[in-house]
């Protein structure tokens, strides 16, 4: 299908309501980002590329960051996995604290903040630079060798990640936290400040798409069984609190980040991007979740 048509309507629709929302600001060096920027992406598992607005351009993935890492800890444990981080939806907001106490540690799945901390130790004890055994996988995953993290953004999190460093000492308290918590933190900041266009994150996300295989070079990431499960956790916890809605209007798996990327699948078909800085109170792109609403209604396709 060329996509090349939906994907410029879509951009001359949406063109009132991009700026709309909030920017992330509790990352201070994400509140730089201007607002009104608007970026789309479709890459076929074939490698055809369409692209609209500031698709080309780098933002910071955030939570994007966190399917990936949960690919690579999915790809070293294992279903073991799972008896250190749940999988279904929490109903609360990405970075909530209040489900941890009662459920002893064990977060609710791997997408929250809580999750990933967890994901992030595991990739730890496996690794000597965790952050950085990421970027390498990302690189592949997407077949781009420049891509990397942004220091500054990095750094910016850390000097400001009280919040997350409670739920990783909890989790400790726990036993759920096996390496220090500065450590975890470090590699869990600086996996988040990963930067990447549309294009290349469409393209990274072609193996789940591609049931598993990475179409870039035909290596196999995880069994389509796996594809299938990661994908099914992108439906039910990639979009947070949102995440029913999210199924309801768009219909495709997707994982969202606070830099204002959303990445989705169709499968079998293609990956997906869109980015546009301004977010809605759940902490997704507001013209992003628009924009998927419209690809979906538009093209007709969905896993529905
Ligand atoms: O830990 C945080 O709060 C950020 N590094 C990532 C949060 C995020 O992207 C949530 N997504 N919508």
């Not at 966190?66 to 690919?71: H, Q």
């Not at 997408?111 to 690189?139: K, P």
């Not at 999190?157 to 450590?183: D, P, Q, W, Y």
Request: aromatic fraction near 8%; proline fraction near 4%; hydrophobic fraction near 45%.
């Amino acid at each position: 299908m060329d996509y090349q048509p939906v994907l410029d309507r879509i951009h001359a629709a949406l063109q009132p309501v991009i700026g709309q929302g909030k920017v992330a600001s509790y990352i201070p060096e994400l509140a730089n980002v201007a607002a009104d920027q608007f970026g789309m992406a479709v890459v076929d598992v074939a490698g055809n590329v369409y692209a609209v607005g500031d698709a080309g351009k780098r933002f910071s993935i955030q939570s994007i960051s966190k399917l990936f890492a949960l690919t690579l800890a999915f790809q070293r444990e294992g279903d073991s996995l799972w008896t250190r981080v749940g999988r279904e939806p929490s109903g609360n907001p990405f970075n909530s604290l209040v489900q941890l106490e009662r459920e002893n540690g064990i977060p609710r799945n791997p997408f929250i903040n809580a999750g990933a901390l967890v994901i992030t130790d595991m990739l730890a004890s496996r690794s000597v630079n965790a952050a950085q055994s990421l970027v390498d996988f990302v690189r592949k995953l997407a077949g781009v060798a420049d891509i990397t993290y942004n220091t500054r953004v990095a750094q910016s999190e850390i000097s400001t990640s009280s919040r997350n460093a409670a739920m990783a000492h909890f989790m400790k308290s726990f036993g759920n936290l096996h390496n220090k918590v500065g450590e975890v933190l470090h590699a869990y900041c600086h996996h988040c400040a990963i930067e990447m266009s549309c294009v290349e994150l469409a393209r990274a996300v072609g193996f789940l798409a591609n049931h598993g295989v990475n179409p870039w070079n035909g290596e196999t990431v995880v069994d389509p069984s796996s594809a299938k499960r990661l994908s099914a956790l992108m439906l039910t916890c990639g979009t947070y609190d949102a995440a029913g809605d999210f199924a309801y209007r768009v219909g495709l798996p997707a994982k969202s980040g606070v830099g204002g990327g959303i990445v989705a699948i169709l499968p079998g078909e293609c990956g997906i991007c869109v980015w546009s800085p301004a977010l809605e109170e759940s902490g997704n792109s507001h013209a992003g979740s628009l924009a998927l609403e419209m690809f979906t209604s538009l093209t007709r396709r969905s896993i529905f």
